[in-house]
């Protein structure tokens, strides 16, 4: 009976944030008839693609026991430079986008760069970038607002097989995520090195490369995201992307990504998101309060770190090991002498 009650647990643990989601769309589909729509749906999906790219993004990092502030102010800074490139200087759509995603991938290099080669710790470095990208962004627009033109703002409503574009670009940047974290070395490096950070370097792994990617990765997904809420908004405004990195660090906690290091995946933390505007989407229907909002978010964070929390002890339990205590030479050792290490 316990070990079945023990199993069950180990299998509630492991489902956790599907559980959440099923027990959140399941609250407000009985509140209202409104929410269980096919519409309501696609409208969620679309709604909570940025955040779910700067997820993914984010999801890299967290792996390796990281943390990255600065994912709201790169979403902003190239958001300011592609508004500038299309309005100020005609430039085409598609280069714009070339060079946004560059200075995404710039920015996180930058905090690989400090991170690696500096040792300094991921929360002070991705705290300051923070501040600089968004310093660089206001620079750049002048505090003025940007409008777009139509051309831009079809990125986020056309539609391919019927599909939404700002969905279609999230499925694809989850499709190389997820493959590359399952399928490639590098992703399996990834997990090693968010597991146990000295077990990975005595193994021989290139950490700080790791780290640089990872990094830089996160940088990327910044600047698709950016670009989404861009062609969403059809304006650059100086708030843009302002404090979306809580909402995507939440997203990836949300999905089950550990912040220990280590545990989690890509299609957990697009889940996370795809809850978090749930949350949002269903409190609107049902018209609740908006003070409420945040309230909500909050406690179904700190359930999903609650429970991160104790799968990582569980983890720890499974890893103790036994030993016997060393004796003298011909010396027996009683059965009941044993010290508990844990492997790290």
């Known amino acids: 009976m316990i070990r079945a009650g023990q199993k069950l647990l180990s299998l509630a643990l492991a489902y956790a944030p599907l559980l959440l ?46 943390i990255d502030l600065s994912v709201g102010s790169i979403m902003f800074v190239t958001s300011a430079i592609a508004g500038t ?83 279609l670009i999230t499925a694809l940047v989850l499709a190389a995520a997820h493959l590359s974290l399952r399928r490639t070395v590098f992703g399996r490096q990834v997990y090693a090195l968010g597991n146990d950070p000295r077990a990975a370097a005595k193994a021989g792994l290139p950490v700080n490369r790791i780290l640089l990617r990872v990094y830089m990765i996160s940088g990327a997904c910044a600047a698709i995201s950016g670009i989404i809420t861009l062609a969403q908004l059809a304006a650059v405004s100086p708030n843009l992307g302002q404090g979306r990195e809580l909402d995507v660090i939440a997203a990836a906690v949300l999905g089950g990504t550990s912040l220990f290091g280590g545990r989690g995946s890509a299609l957990g ?60 030479p011909g010396e027996s050792v009683p059965p009941v002498e044993q010290v508990k290490v844990h492997a790290r």
Do not use: K
């Open 21 to 66: 989601y099923l027990a959140v769309a399941g609250v407000f589909a009985r509140l209202s008839s409104d929410f269980l729509t096919v519409q309501n749906f696609i409208h969620i999906l679309v709604q909570s693609s940025a955040v779910a790219v700067a997820a993914v993004g984010m999801t890299f990092v967290l792996l390796t026991a990281g």
């Open 85 to 167: 490139l299309v309005v100020r200087l005609g430039w085409p759509v598609a280069p714009v986008l070339a060079v946004a995603l560059l200075a995404g991938l710039a920015c996180g290099l930058i905090n690989g760069m400090f991170i690696t080669r500096l040792r300094m710790a991921p929360f002070i470095v991705t705290l300051a970038m923070l501040f600089v990208a968004r310093g660089c962004g206001l620079w750049i627009t002048q505090t003025r607002a940007i409008n777009l033109p139509d051309t831009f703002r079809q990125l986020a409503t056309a539609r391919m097989a019927g599909i939404p574009s700002p969905v």
């Open 269 to 328: 933390s697009v889940m996370g998101a795809i809850m978090v505007e749930t949350i949002g989407n269903g409190l609107n229907v049902i018209d609740a309060d908006p003070y409420m909002y945040p309230v909500i978010t909050g406690i179904l964070i700190f359930a999903a770190v609650l429970l991160d929390s104790v799968r990582h002890q569980r983890t720890a339990l499974r890893r103790r090991r036994y030993i016997r205590t060393p004796t003298a």
